[in-house]
């Protein structure tokens, strides 16, 4: 299968972008193809080992920017690397999009180039949201692709999400929670409540889901549940605080583990399992965003992506491709 | 001046309740009325060395639980502690409320039996959110009382916010910024549009806010401005993701450091750093909520306090009682 990957979108782009595909090409069974400028890629990948017959250059002229306003630039830059990119996976020269570029425009173009899914009313972005320390992971979904929702975005989510959680997370029977301010029924706005009795009530439905039921945010980050549903605003403050919180947290531990001669012995001898700290906190080794409810498979990495998250973004994606989650949803939303 | 504490609210009254009222009478200048079943408290107080001059009891007989839906409660059990000790803030008889029981309870009854501010037409919670490991706090409002919110009532959580930042927190000239998707104007649900508007053209008016704008979830928890403003909803996935992250994080801490015999021993160099980092997360540290925006000075502790938390609660609750906050905000909704 061949995998387009946006050569020119995220901070460090191209270069960061090229590294990571070229440590990766020889690492896996499909093709790269790097959409962007074609001299400046072509370089670049000269000064990086990589395996030759595995990756090609698509050339894209032009670029989007993190200023561009997301829709406009989507309909106008036709030969920016994000367009071109996208419609490649549109015409079936590619089976997956990766792009560390503009969001809203990623997520724009999913909705215009690709289109949208028929029964998916808002297309969504997951994100994999690790357990600290545990290794496995939850899909929180919407991360912050909708302000906004109604009750049956909420449904669209929750089938979308137990779909990728199962044939990408390999969860066998995914649970559904709905992030709400208590357990109980009846908590919440009225948009949560509905969703809440849409749910309930699609569980032995169609729909199929395993919905646990109201969630708290406390208990998101010890995974209780395998799909976090949430509205995009609410995925978002997620997503920020669990990132807030334990930067906040880790700075405080390096003041601390140095204020006098103890303390940094102390700290000198757990050496280690501080490295194993910091690597549990790092969004390198979680890979990328799927964007949900579009024809085709496309994922979001952090803009300020390395080349090494750019090798684990290749390297967490291709289930999502070689799994034929994108089909999955379409049949799925066809029965409901 | 005199604190009307609820003795029979919370998990652990009233047992702890009475002991953390007996444990700071002799270090405060105001008189603390414990209300709840007399016989009982009376024989708690004769076990807790307390200062007599300083404590007298109230005697209600009956007891709103958690279980009890917040607006009946208040309506029928007449002779609760937590009725019978509102009502002698609103006659005057006491100047400050303290209760570690039924949140919705005690928010109810700030409604409904001290009444409203005029002007605010929803009261809100205010939780102080430490600063971890620096000392200060932000005020975030509304921390769970209102899960659907207009844009008119952040405004007014801004205002009662500024208000309690400036003559409790000690904030000179408080910033308030807006939860949001981003730092961005324009960001954001069409309700948090309009509040920013709002805030934004308040700014220079009669609220006089010191608005900086939008602010991220990802910067709370560094103390990015002095109240952060929010819908109940936000306000308490802020919060409980603070608690999360922080004890996943803790679990992960305490796993990693006792992995090995250098581990260990690194830990227990680190024995009283450590204790400071759990220091930094413990709760109790930081005192109750305030319930703002109702004619009368309410607080509400967690419900699970310690005599420590009574003792820290009723500490930090007396520059409420003491430096007029409801007055204040009386004064300042009248002259809007």
Redesign the interface.
């Known amino acids: 299968m061949r995998i387009i990957l946006d050569g020119m979108g995220g901070d460090n782009a191209p270069r960061e972008i090229v590294k990571g595909a070229a440590e990766i090409s020889s690492l896996i069974d499909h093709e790269i193809c790097i959409v962007g400028d074609e001299e400046r890629i072509k370089s670049l990948l000269a000064e990086f080992e990589h395996d030759a017959k595995r990756i090609s250059i698509l050339h894209a002229p032009d670029v989007i920017g993190n200023e561009d306003s997301p829709v406009k630039a989507v309909r106008r830059k036709k030969d920016s690397s994000l367009v071109k990119g996208m419609e490649a996976v549109k015409n079936g020269e590619g089976d997956l999009f990766i792009s560390a570029g503009n969001s809203g425009a990623i997520m724009s173009g999913g909705v215009f180039l690709l289109g949208r899914i028929r029964g998916i009313d808002r297309p969504a972005i997951g994100s994999t949201y690790p ?3 545990e290794g496995g992971a939850s899909l929180l979904i919407d991360s ?1 692709a909708n ?2 929702c109604k009750p049956q975005n909420l449904l669209q989510f929750a089938v979308m999400g137990s779909i990728y959680a199962k044939l990408v997370l390999e969860k066998r029977n995914p649970s559904v929670g709905l ?1 709400n ?1 208590g357990t109980e029924p009846g ?4 948009m ?1 409540k509905d969703a809440f009795e849409l749910l309930e009530r699609s569980r032995n439905g169609k729909a199929n889901i395993n919905f646990i039921g109201n969630v ?7 995974g209780i549940c395998d799909v976090i549903v949430c509205d ?3 995925g ?3 997503l ?10 880790s ?3 390096r ?3 140095s ?1 006098g001669v ?2 940094k ?6 050496y ?2 501080l490295g ?2 910091k690597k ?1 906190f790092d969004y390198t080794e979680y890979g990328g965003a799927p964007i949900l409810g579009v024809k085709g498979a496309a994922v979001k990495l952090h803009g300020s992506s390395s080349a090494k998250a750019v090798r684990n973004g290749i390297a967490r994606a291709i289930p999502f491709m070689e799994h034929n989650v994108v089909a999955t949803i379409e049949n799925a939303m066809a029965g409901l």
């Not at 012995?265 to 757990?270: K, N, T, V």
């Open positions: 357990i600290l320390g912050g302000a906004e992030v301010m908590k919440g706005s009225a949560v708290e945010a406390r208990d998101v980050p010890i995009g605003f609410i978002n403050v997620i920020k605080m669990t990132e807030g919180v334990a930067l906040s947290i700075h405080l531990i003041r601390k583990f204020e103890l303390a012995a102390g700290a000198a001898l757990l280690n399992k194993e700290l549990a």
